[in-house]
C-alpha cells in the first residue's frame, strides 16, 4: 500500500461548527490529515486549549489578547485531565490579537480552512492565498464582501468551497468543460416558511423562523435561510467562484436538501450531487481536495425508496435572491452592504425590533440609498462600507417598524 504523507492543515473558527466537523474529520483520517495550527476568536479557552493538546498543535491563535492568560492556564487544566506529568506537555505557540487569525493563515502547511464568521475572516483569507495555501473556505464574507479582492489574488484551483451547494457544483462542474455550462441551479431547503405566500409571512415571530426543518444552524444563518437572504449570499458566491453570469445561476426549492446543487450543461444534460445532508461530506472533500475522503459521511441508502420535490423559488415571497442578484451585478461594494444591513435587520428582528418582512425590505432600502461606492481595492474599503449600511440600516429600522 502506498505511504501518503498526511496534509498539513490550519483551521481558523476551530471551536465553532465548521471547526468541531472538520476535527472530526481529521480524527477519523490521521494517515491523510495533521493538523498543525488552530484559531478561534476567544470566547471559549478550555475548548480551544482542548483542541490543542488532543490535536498536537504547533501553534493556536487568539482573537482576543485579553484571554492568553486564561488560554495558558486552560492549557495546564486540560494538561492535567489529560494525566500528564508536570511539564510532560508542549506548550504551542500562542498568536493573539487582531491580526492572530491572519497571521495563522500564512503559518507553514499545504491547507487553510477558513470558519471564521464574519467580515473579520476577509483578511485570512487573502493572506492564505498571498501565502500559496490551497484555500478551503467557509467564510461567506470573504466572496460576498471582498470577491474582487479575492479575484485579484486567487490562483486558478487555489479556492476550495466548504458550503455544501458550492462543494456540489464544484464536483459537478468536473463533468464537463467550463465552456459547456449552460447554468448553475443551487438548491434551497426553504426555510422555516417555505411555501407560504408573501400575506401568510404576516406577523411570523422570531421563534418560529429558528425553527428550521433540516439544518442545525446558528440563529442568524437560520434566520438568513428563513428570509432565503442565505440563498442571495450563496448566488453571490457561486458567482464569484464559478466565474459565471448571475443570469445563469438559478434557485429551486428542495425541502429534501439531498440534492445539494446541479450544474446544467449547453447539450441539455444536468448533473447533480446528492448525500444526506451532513457537513462533513464537503469539509472532508475541501481539506482534501481533489481526492475524497473514504466514508466521509452516510450515503443516500439506495435500498429504500425516495421522493425528492423541486420546485421554483416565489420571489414575491421571498425576494432576497432577486435583491442579492441585483447587488451582485451593480459591484461597488453593494454585496458588502446587502449582507452588512441584512446582519442588522436579522439583530432587530430578533429583539422584537422589525417585523420579519421588514428584514428584506429594509436591506432593499439600505442599497437603493448607498452611495456610489468604487470598487473595493483594499479590506478597509469593504469595511467602510459596511459600517455605512449598518448605520442606515439601524436608522431606518425603526422608519420600517412604524410601516408595519
Same mark, same amino acid.
Given at each position: 500500500?502506498?505511504?501518503?504523507?498526511?496534509?498539513?492543515?490550519?483551521?481558523?473558527?476551530?471551536?465553532?461548527?465548521?471547526?468541531?466537523?472538520?476535527?472530526?474529520?481529521?480524527?477519523?483520517?490521521?494517515?491523510?490529515?495533521?493538523?498543525?495550527?488552530?484559531?478561534?476568536?476567544?470566547?471559549?479557552?478550555?475548548?480551544?486549549?482542548?483542541?490543542?493538546? &488532543?490535536?498536537?498543535?504547533?501553534?493556536?491563535?487568539?482573537?482576543?489578547?485579553?484571554?492568553?492568560?486564561?488560554?495558558?492556564?486552560?492549557?495546564?487544566? &486540560?494538561?492535567?485531565?489529560?494525566?500528564?506529568?508536570?511539564?510532560?506537555?508542549?506548550?504551542?505557540?500562542?498568536?493573539?490579537?487582531?491580526?492572530?487569525?491572519?497571521?495563522?493563515?500564512?503559518?507553514?502547511?499545504?491547507?487553510v480552512l477558513n470558519g471564521v464568521v464574519g467580515s473579520l475572516g476577509l483578511a485570512p483569507t487573502l493572506a492564505a492565498l498571498r501565502a500559496g495555501r490551497q484555500l478551503a473556505l467557509a467564510n461567506k464574507e470573504s466572496l460576498v464582501a471582498g470577491g474582487p479582492l479575492v479575484r485579484a489574488v486567487a490562483s486558478p484551483g487555489q479556492l476550495v468551497p466548504v458550503d455544501s451547494e458550492h462543494s456540489a457544483l464544484a464536483?459537478?462542474?468536473?463533468?464537463?468543460?467550463?465552456?459547456?455550462?449552460?447554468?448553475?441551479?443551487?438548491?434551497?431547503?426553504?426555510?422555516?416558511?417555505?411555501?407560504?405566500?408573501?400575506?401568510?409571512?404576516?406577523?411570523? *415571530?422570531?421563534?418560529?423562523?429558528?425553527?428550521?426543518?433540516?439544518?442545525?444552524?446558528?440563529?442568524?444563518?437560520?434566520?438568513?435561510?428563513? *428570509?432565503?437572504?442565505?440563498?442571495?449570499?450563496?448566488?453571490?458566491? %457561486?458567482?464569484?467562484?464559478?466565474?459565471?453570469?448571475?443570469?445563469?445561476?438559478?434557485?429551486?426549492?428542495?425541502?429534501?436538501?439531498?440534492?445539494?446543487?446541479?450544474?446544467?450543461?449547453?447539450?441539455?444534460?444536468?448533473?447533480?450531487?446528492?448525500?444526506?445532508? @451532513?457537513?462533513?461530506?464537503?469539509?472532508?472533500?475541501?481539506?482534501?481536495?481533489?481526492?475524497?475522503?473514504?466514508?466521509?459521511?452516510?450515503?443516500? @441508502?439506495?435500498?429504500?425508496?425516495?421522493?425528492?420535490?423541486?420546485?421554483?423559488? @416565489?420571489?414575491?415571497?421571498?425576494?432576497?435572491?432577486?435583491?442579492?442578484?441585483?447587488?451582485?451585478?451593480?459591484?461597488?461594494?453593494?454585496?458588502?452592504?446587502?449582507?452588512?444591513?441584512?446582519? &442588522?435587520?436579522?439583530?432587530?428582528? *430578533?429583539?422584537?425590533?422589525?417585523?420579519?418582512?421588514?428584514?428584506?425590505?429594509?436591506? &432593499?432600502?439600505?442599497?437603493?440609498?448607498?452611495? @456610489?461606492?468604487?470598487?473595493?481595492?483594499?479590506?478597509?474599503?469593504?469595511?467602510?462600507?459596511?459600517?455605512? %449600511?449598518?448605520?442606515?440600516?439601524?436608522?431606518?429600522?425603526?422608519? %420600517?417598524?412604524?410601516? %408595519?
Amino acid at each position: 500500500m502506498e505511504h501518503v504523507t498526511p496534509r498539513e492543515i490550519v483551521l481558523l473558527g476551530s471551536t465553532g461548527s465548521i471547526g468541531t466537523q472538520a476535527i472530526d474529520v481529521v480524527r477519523r483520517g490521521p494517515d491523510r490529515f495533521r493538523v498543525v495550527g488552530i484559531g478561534a476568536g476567544g470566547g471559549n479557552v478550555a475548548r480551544l486549549a482542548a483542541q490543542a493538546l &488532543e490535536l498536537g498543535v504547533d501553534v493556536v491563535g487568539v482573537a482576543r489578547a485579553s484571554v492568553v492568560q486564561d488560554l495558558q492556564l486552560a492549557f495546564y487544566a &486540560e494538561a492535567q485531565r489529560r494525566g500528564y506529568p508536570t511539564g510532560g506537555f508542549r506548550i504551542p505557540k500562542i498568536l493573539a490579537g487582531p491580526d492572530a487569525m491572519t497571521e495563522l493563515a500564512t503559518w507553514p502547511c499545504d491547507t487553510v480552512l477558513n470558519g471564521v464568521v464574519g467580515s473579520l475572516g476577509l483578511a485570512p483569507t487573502l493572506a492564505a492565498l498571498r501565502a500559496g495555501r490551497q484555500l478551503a473556505l467557509a467564510n461567506k464574507e470573504s466572496l460576498v464582501a471582498g470577491g474582487p479582492l479575492v479575484r485579484a489574488v486567487a490562483s486558478p484551483g487555489q479556492l476550495v468551497p466548504v458550503d455544501s451547494e458550492h462543494s456540489a457544483l464544484a464536483q459537478c462542474l468536473r463533468g464537463g468543460a467550463a465552456r459547456e455550462v449552460r447554468r448553475l441551479v443551487l438548491t434551497a431547503s426553504g426555510g422555516a416558511f417555505r411555501g407560504r405566500t408573501r400575506a401568510e409571512l404576516t406577523g411570523v *415571530t422570531p421563534d418560529q423562523a429558528l425553527a428550521h426543518p433540516t439544518w442545525d444552524m446558528g440563529p442568524v444563518v437560520t434566520i438568513n435561510s428563513a *428570509t432565503l437572504v442565505n440563498k442571495g449570499l450563496e448566488v453571490i458566491e %457561486a458567482h464569484e467562484l464559478f466565474g459565471i453570469g448571475y443570469d445563469a445561476i438559478q434557485v429551486m426549492i428542495h425541502p429534501q436538501s439531498v440534492i445539494h446543487s446541479m450544474v446544467e450543461f449547453h447539450d441539455g444534460s444536468t448533473l447533480a450531487q446528492c448525500s444526506p445532508p @451532513d457537513m462533513r461530506l464537503p469539509i472532508a472533500l475541501a481539506l482534501g481536495w481533489p481526492d475524497r475522503f473514504p466514508a466521509a459521511a452516510a450515503a443516500v @441508502d439506495w435500498t429504500a425508496a425516495h421522493t425528492w420535490e423541486l420546485r421554483p423559488l @416565489d420571489e414575491e415571497a421571498f425576494p432576497a435572491v432577486r435583491l442579492a442578484k441585483a447587488a451582485g451585478r451593480a459591484g461597488r461594494c453593494r454585496p458588502a452592504i446587502y449582507n452588512a444591513a441584512n446582519e &442588522e435587520c436579522v439583530a432587530a428582528f *430578533t429583539a422584537g425590533a422589525l417585523p420579519f418582512l421588514g428584514i428584506v425590505d429594509t436591506v &432593499e432600502r439600505v442599497l437603493a440609498q448607498a452611495p @456610489d461606492f468604487s470598487e473595493p481595492g483594499t479590506v478597509e474599503d469593504v469595511l467602510g462600507a459596511e459600517a455605512w %449600511a449598518r448605520k442606515r440600516a439601524r436608522e431606518l429600522v425603526p422608519v %420600517a417598524t412604524e410601516g %408595519a
